[in-house]
């Protein structure tokens, strides 16, 4: 799995480089462009792999309209082994560089591995989606993605299994949290994610800790998480993060008040090849199977 998933891995999250390269009134003014670098890698917006360049044949590949006027693309990726498939579906959330083409390993293993539908949504800006990535406009588009799987006859008997790496952690958990009590999300996995961006610039830009109330992007999810109360949850945690501190995922899994909260480290894992690491797959084949599917 390891091997698969290094093209991938190349793309790391630029949150850290881009704050340390800029200081005072450009926390202000460009931290669009530092907390949302969609132009990274290089071709990010136009070069966008499809699914068959790693053996996946059973997808679509989508166009979901926001209710404020963007188009999101978006893969949905169906098990290779219908017989096998599990009534599951997981909506995927990826970190704040580069497209959801270059996750396409990972959505190959949870599909054909782990035999679950998945859907993985692009936020605005980010590859081929319209407009510009804010706070605000993610939160639409991560209901846009949820409502899609609700709106489709084949997957209305599913459950839904929400999963979000680093900002794509912060988008998941606000989602779950808006949909609370819904009856349809059955789990929520988080890897690497952190508290909210006003507590991730003094570890990454620490002479700018002083201009932190002039940032407008909040993610605040030590605040939302506590109100996810009806579902389990799975943190998946590399001890070798540089960019986003270890201490940040241990303090929201202590924040946590889920019903059943599963803790898992990969204690070689870095920011970005955590989900390479030995055990990471199993540790979400587990948590379905001894927990969503029991939901």
Same mark, same amino acid.
């Given at each position: ?8 891995a ?7 480089g881009?704050?340390?390269? /800029? ?10 462009? *530092? ?6 890698p290089?071709?990010?917006r ?5 699914p ?9 590949e ?10 999101l693309?978006a ?5 290779a ?5 599990? #009534? !599951?579906?997981?909506?995927? %959330? ?6 959801? +083409?270059?996750r396409l390993?990972?959505?190959r293993?949870?599909?054909?591995d ?5 859907l993985?949504?692009e $936020?605005?800006? $980010?590859?081929?989606s319209?407009g ?7 939160v *639409?588009?991560a209901?846009?993605?949820l409502?899609?799987? &609700?709106s489709?006859?084949? /997957?209305k008997g599913?459950? !839904?299994?929400? $999963? ?8 998941s ?6 949909n609370?009590?819904?009856g ?14 006003a507590k991730?610039i ?17 993610? &605040? ?7 996810i109360?009806?579902?389990? *949850? ?9 960019i986003v #501190? #270890?201490a940040?995922?241990?303090?929201? %899994? ?8 599963v ?5 070689y +894992?870095d920011h ?5 690491? &030995?055990? $990471? %797959?199993?540790y979400?084949?587990?948590? *379905?199977?001894e927990h969503? /599917?029991?939901?």
């Amino acid at each position: 799995m390891a091997s698969a998933l290094w093209s991938w891995a190349r793309f790391p999250l630029y949150f850290g480089g881009g704050l340390v390269s /800029l200081a005072g009134g450009a926390l202000y003014y460009w931290q669009n462009e *530092i907390i949302y670098p969609r132009n990274i890698p290089a071709g990010a917006r136009t070069d966008v792999p499809r699914p068959p360049s790693v053996g996946i044949e059973d997808y679509e590949e989508l166009t979901l309209p926001t209710s404020d006027g963007e188009s999101l693309s978006a893969f949905l990726i169906r098990p290779a082994n219908k017989a096998a498939a599990r #009534p !599951i579906t997981i909506l995927t %959330f990826h970190g704040n560089a580069g497209n959801i +083409g270059h996750r396409l390993p990972i959505a190959r293993i949870l599909a054909n591995d782990i035999q679950c539908t998945t859907l993985m949504l692009e $936020y605005r800006g $980010y590859g081929l989606s319209t407009g510009n990535p804010t706070e605000k406009g993610l939160v *639409i588009d991560a209901q846009t993605g949820l409502d899609y799987i &609700r709106s489709r006859a084949d /997957l209305k008997g599913n459950k !839904i299994l929400v $999963y979000g790496q680093s900002l794509g952690g912060a988008v998941s958990i606000d989602l779950v949290a808006k949909n609370k009590g819904t009856g349809d999300i059955k789990g929520l996995m988080l890897e690497n994610t952190f508290l909210s961006i006003a507590k991730m610039i003094p570890n990454v830009m620490p002479a700018a800790k002083v201009l932190t109330p002039l940032c407008h992007e909040y993610w &605040r999810s030590e605040m939302v998480l506590p109100q996810i109360t009806d579902i389990p *949850i799975l943190f998946l945690s590399g001890l070798q993060d540089e960019i986003v #501190p #270890p201490a940040h995922m241990k303090q929201l %899994f202590r924040l946590c008040k889920a019903k059943k909260v599963v803790w898992k480290e990969l204690p070689y +894992g870095d920011h970005n090849n955590t989900v390479a690491e &030995r055990g $990471y %797959f199993s540790y979400i084949d587990d948590f *379905i199977e001894e927990h969503v /599917l029991k939901e």
